[in-house]
């Protein structure tokens, strides 16, 4: 069976997820344990939960969404033509994008915990992009301005796939955003030089 190609507008979201990874890995990789869990505050999540709070998430949000561009192959509807969401869904994803101007209250079960570890939350985050990607490629085959779904926090708004695919990397690059607030606050516990012991 033949794959259908990859759209120029569906391979930049896939080359948006990449380039959000290896924000990850530059911005988390270097950082110890303690670093990365430390708050500002009670309320203000870390580096490593805005990590777990994507892995989270993405998994998530996308749940059911490869099913409902299934369900549209099966209708023959037409092959992708471009990414159009509603002016609603044009705004939602201005909303996610950096730097944060709304706020939303994250449902309990997506509040990510207070200490993770680097190596197994960076492995979680790029795990949860898995399913994105293959939503992605699928979406190649229809027109992801006619398929429309619920969206899962509100379930009386209906939108576009193309606003589900849009929505993924602009709520990445939020969080990722506001982990690099984090270590560039003046508080952020950088680790001490170390020096050589004298010898004797």
């Not at 299934?70 to 950096?98: C, I, K, N």
């Not at 619920?150 to 589900?164: C, D, E, K, S």
């Not at 982990?179 to 516990?189: C, E, H, I, M, N």
Request: glycine share 4%; net charge neutral.
């Amino acid at each position: 069976m033949a794959v259908t190609p990859v759209p120029a507008q569906l391979q930049n979201l896939l080359d948006q997820i990449d380039a959000c990874e290896r924000d990850a890995r530059a911005l988390a990789g270097d950082l110890t344990d303690a670093q990365l869990n430390w708050q500002p505050g009670d309320t203000a999540w870390s580096v490593g939960q805005c990590l777990e709070h994507l892995a989270l998430i993405n998994v998530f949000y996308l749940k059911g969404m490869d099913a409902a561009v299934q369900a549209a192959v099966q209708r023959g509807t037409s092959a992708f033509r471009d990414l159009a969401p509603t002016v609603l869904g044009r705004w939602f994803v201005a909303q996610m994008e950096p730097p944060v101007r709304l706020k939303v209250q994250t449902l309990a079960s997506l509040v990510p915990p207070s200490a993770v570890s680097r190596d197994q939350v960076q492995q979680r985050y790029e795990a949860s992009h898995e399913a994105y990607r293959d939503l992605v490629k699928a979406c190649a085959e229809v027109d992801v301005n006619q398929v429309i779904v619920r969206n899962p926090f509100y379930r009386l708004i209906r939108m576009r796939m193309a606003t589900v695919v849009l929505v993924i990397p602009a709520h990445d690059r939020r969080h990722l955003w506001q982990a690099r607030q984090l270590v560039a606050d003046p508080r952020f516990p950088h680790e001490s030089p170390v020096t050589a012991s004298p010898r004797g």
